[in-house]
């Protein structure tokens, strides 16, 4: 038999042996990039991430030409009497310049697809909200003389595929005229709206061909026998009617718990799970198909309306921007603008865009992608299906042309958005042409509009080479972003625990690293977030100009007058536009360029989720 022989060492001997075992070595320290700026210098200073807000050669132009973008949004339906007479219009221009913004974007065209101007595409806005324009005043003639008296830029904004107004349709049938008496052009042309894949529910039992339809609308007790209804909270739902019958399902949609009548004796539902329940004819199938420890599975059939069919979806009545009178109307109306007014240029307001992610699913966008594709498609399972878990929460089952899908969408919004910018250039040459639209460039694959450069490299699954390559940020001149959050900065969200993707800053980096050089970025802020709080204000400015090349105010509306002296404060030092400065963006692309072509290695993009719906 063999010994085996151990031997001790005395702790104090193994600890001087690792310790002469171990080189130790260490990076040069560095100081925090976050650090006490003011790129407003009459501000209070803020602190803020130096590395990834100083990125790009537009940042670094900017500020070392000390030029920054002050601008001030005029939403058209919104003020209306604040543009309604000769007088107001002389007297805000002189208070706007007075206080320092160097830029005015103001709203032609609202969603409602009507124009504050005299067009001859469509009717003249005259009522909003009790608010009135007189039919034979033109606001933005009288704009346009008092900004170049000024010396301040003018940009008109427009709606590209918005034609009509949720709230006004419904005045409207009502026979009130709180919004006029139109709703908007696209009532008129339901063959030109935007068609939505919005499926209809059925329950299914497995290994059956039993099937029952499911209400979409959740937390309601059955009012028909025809169909089923979904509850995930029995405090919004009530009490079960005579001679319902519910099944609990848990997160998988196994039913668990089976009840009779009025006399539950359950209160609450699994979490991720819900209550389903029928009367009449809906009672009996579960009562016939259902057992317990089975599965219940939530099935989507096709089913395809016009968005005027679905006014709960959204406020504006969104177009198909397939459509050819649809594209055309949109260039109309720069060809109209352009040549009747001495503008500076033309700004897009966010609805440059689709519906959303079951927009658009018309026959004429089936027929232009299946011929891109080659193929007839099973339609729309191809392209995706929806998925319903057993809350109803809903999610999406990618078909083998999905990918492609998207970039088909991003490709359509990228050719007009091109077809545009010679449009605006050949109507009034040496015009600016900008865009807005929401700052969570995450979000903006549902909705078709990809405003990244072609060149931006990120994280993002849907980020494929050809979706990148339909970045149209090289069309444009300017890009604003609505960084529409509460919170300044990175610094700040840190110190709360918070999300640091759901501030300003971080919203404006993002902005800028996705436009890539390729137009000047301004990140903006919304008065309303700020009222009774002039220091978050302040701070949320010193994060727009110091991760963007400078900040947009939205909007003259939100009780504007207890923030005047603030912004008189804050733009002390009168600063010069970047997008007036002529030759100053080539000089940016061209560094850019020159970056490139040297290997110049970029540092990574730091994907910060935003919050959904910001800034649309």
């Not at 006490?36 to 940042?59: F, I, K, N, R, S």
């Not at 706007?96 to 409602?112: E, L, M, Q």
């Not at 030109?192 to 309601?220: C, G, H, M, N, W």
Request: net charge positive.
């Amino acid at each position: 038999m063999k010994k085996c022989l151990l031997v001790l060492l005395a702790p104090s001997l193994l600890l001087i042996g690792a310790e002469a075992q171990v080189e130790q070595k260490y990076s040069k320290p560095k100081t925090s990039r976050l650090q006490l700026v003011t790129p407003l210098p009459t501000l209070p200073p803020v602190t803020m991430d130096v590395v990834g807000d100083g990125w790009g050669a537009a940042q670094q132009l900017a500020r070392a030409k000390d030029v920054q973008g002050r601008i001030l949004w005029v939403d058209g339906t919104a003020n209306l009497d604040r543009v309604n007479t000769e007088e107001k219009i002389v007297n805000l221009v002189q208070k706007i310049v007075s206080v320092g913004f160097n830029t005015i974007v103001f709203d032609v065209k609202p969603i409602v697809g009507y124009t504050l101007y005299p067009s001859k595409i469509t009717s003249k806005l005259t009522t909003w909200r009790g608010q009135n324009l007189p039919l034979n005043f033109d606001p933005l003639k009288f704009m346009v003389r008092e900004c170049k008296k000024q010396k301040i830029c003018l940009l008109v904004s427009m709606n590209a595929f918005s034609e009509g107004h949720r709230m006004a349709k419904s005045a409207v049938d009502l026979n009130q005229t709180e919004f006029g008496t139109q709703a908007g052009p696209g009532y008129e042309h339901p063959e030109q709206q935007t068609v939505l894949y919005e499926p209809t529910l059925q329950a299914r039992v497995p290994f059956s061909s039993a099937k029952f339809p499911i209400s979409p609308k959740t937390d309601t007790m059955p009012k028909s026998e025809d169909e089923l209804t979904v509850v995930t909270r029995m405090d919004r739902a009530g009490k079960p009617p005579a001679g319902a019958f519910g099944v609990v399902l848990d997160d998988r949609g196994v039913a668990v718990i089976m009840r009779e009548g009025r006399d539950w004796d359950f209160k609450v539902v699994p979490e991720n799970g819900s209550l389903l329940v029928g009367i009449g004819k809906g009672a009996e199938f579960l009562r016939k198909n259902v057992r317990g420890g089975y599965g219940v599975i939530f099935e989507s059939i096709p089913h395809f309306v016009r968005i005027e069919e679905r006014p709960d979806q959204q406020i504006p009545l969104m177009m198909n921007p397939h459509h050819p009178q649809v594209q055309q109307r949109g260039l109309d109306f720069i060809h109209e603008v352009l040549t009747n007014y001495a503008v500076d240029g033309i700004m897009f307001d966010d609805r440059l865009r689709y519906g959303g992610l079951n927009a658009d699913f018309s026959e004429i966008t089936r027929a232009q992608f299946e011929k891109l594709v080659g193929e007839k498609l099973t339609w729309p399972d191809d392209v995706f299906t929806f998925t319903y878990a057993a809350n109803l929460d809903r999610g999406v089952k990618p078909g083998k042309w999905f990918d492609a899908w998207m970039t088909f969408r991003a490709e359509t919004m990228r050719n007009w958005v091109a077809a545009a910018r010679r449009e605006v250039l050949s109507s009034r040459p040496g015009s600016l042409f900008g865009v807005y639209a929401g700052s969570w460039f995450g979000e903006y694959s549902k909705y078709g509009s990809n405003y990244g450069s072609t060149d931006f490299n990120a994280g993002f699954s849907f980020l494929t080479d050809g979706y990148r390559k339909a970045g149209f940020a090289s069309e444009l001149d300017l890009m604003i972003s609505g960084c529409y959050y509460r919170r300044a900065t990175i610094a700040e969200a840190m110190n709360a625990m918070a999300p640091v993707g759901r501030t300003v800053e971080a919203a404006g980096q993002l902005t800028n690293r996705a436009i890539r050089d390729q137009a000047w970025t301004y990140a903006g802020i919304q008065l309303m977030d700020f009222w009774g709080n002039p220091t978050g204000l302040k701070k949320a400015m010193q994060a727009a100009c110091g991760s963007t090349q400078g900040v947009m105010i939205f909007d003259l509306s939100h009780k504007m007058d207890q923030f005047w002296d603030i912004f008189a404060a804050a733009f002390k030092e009168r600063k010069q536009p970047p997008h007036t400065q002529k030759g100053l963006l080539a000089s940016v692309r061209q560094r850019r360029l020159e970056m490139d072509k040297l290997g110049v290695k970029e540092p990574p993009v730091i994907i910060r989720e935003g919050a959904s719906g910001t800034g649309f």
